[in-house]
């Protein structure tokens, strides 16, 4: 594409994964092939390390994905939480996670444990931004994944969370490692798809706070 069009060629975006270290190592080689084939490639590179923010309001990001899910999204939000609160649903929701193939969203499938609330709309709900749903779910001796819908029926599905992320120095290597590569150019854009969970407006900010430190 790029050769025949004779313009630059991006995509957006490309990141690190600790789980697979050779992923965005693979990419840069096929930067370098383009080249070699007379094209121009760069990559996009968010400059933090980035925790994706769930929502079951709008579904972002990627919650629809779950096999099973999408037909809950499509309900009016009041109709979503009658749906939510129905124990053979939230059933089909399980088998719809352990359906997943990992190699996607593998932390919706497996963490919900780890998932920590970063906003609410509600007073109650509000006082328990920070925790996770595994530490709430054992002093209620409730699963973590039935707390998650059951907060977000309290909350009317506005509560966001995101998976506690411990970025380690292996990570911040492998950020660095990225990020000094001169295929690659810090930041992002989806032209505002997602501004209900992320904003590209602090990722400066980010970048010396956290990458460079």
Same mark, same amino acid.
């Not at 060629?9 to 994964?17: A, K, R, S």
């Not at 769930?54 to 972002?60: E, K, P, R, S, V």
């Given at each position: 594409?790029?050769?025949?069009?004779?313009? $630059?060629?991006?995509?957006?975006?490309?990141?690190?994964?600790?789980?697979n270290p050779a992923f965005h190592r693979r990419q840069l080689e096929a930067l370098g092939?383009?080249?070699?084939?007379?094209?121009?490639?760069?990559?996009?590179?968010?400059?933090?390390?980035?925790?994706?923010?769930?929502?079951?309001?709008?579904?972002?990001?990627?919650?629809?994905?779950?096999p099973g899910w999408e037909p809950y999204f499509r309900l009016a939000p009041a109709e979503?939480?009658?749906?939510?609160?129905? $124990?053979?649903?939230?059933?089909?929701?399980?088998?719809?996670?352990?359906?997943?193939?990992?190699?996607?969203?593998?932390?919706?499938?497996?963490?919900?444990?780890?998932?920590?609330?970063?906003?609410?709309?509600? $007073?109650?709900?509000?006082?328990?931004?920070?925790? %996770?749903?595994?530490?709430?779910?054992?002093?209620?001796?409730?699963?973590?994944?039935?707390? !998650?819908?059951?907060?977000?029926?309290?909350?009317?599905?506005?509560?966001?969370? %995101?998976?506690?992320?411990? !970025?380690?120095?292996?990570?911040?290597?492998?950020?660095?490692?990225?990020?000094?590569?001169?295929?690659?150019?810090?930041?992002?854009?989806?032209?505002?798809?997602?501004l209900d969970v992320q904003c590209g407006a602090a990722y400066t900010t980010n970048f010396? !706070?956290?990458?460079?430190?």
């Open positions: 594409m790029s050769r025949l069009a004779d313009e $630059p060629f991006n995509w957006n975006t490309l990141g690190v994964n600790q789980s092939h383009i080249a070699a084939q007379g094209g121009w490639a760069m990559a996009l590179a968010r400059p933090y390390d980035k925790g994706t923010r769930y929502c079951f309001l709008t579904g972002a990001l990627g919650l629809p994905a779950v979503r939480m009658r749906t939510f609160a129905d $124990p053979a649903v939230r059933e089909k929701m399980r088998a719809g996670l352990l359906s997943m193939n990992t190699s996607g969203m593998r932390v919706v499938r497996t963490n919900w444990n780890g998932m920590q609330i970063v906003s609410a709309g509600s $007073p109650a709900v509000q006082r328990l931004v920070g925790r %996770t749903f595994g530490e709430i779910g054992a002093e209620r001796g409730r699963d973590p994944f039935d707390v !998650a819908l059951d907060l977000a029926i309290e909350d009317g599905l506005r509560m966001c969370f %995101t998976p506690v992320r411990k !970025a380690d120095d292996e990570l911040w290597r492998m950020h660095a490692e990225l990020w000094r590569d001169p295929r690659v150019v810090l930041g992002a854009s989806d032209a505002g798809a997602h010396l !706070a956290q990458g460079v430190r």
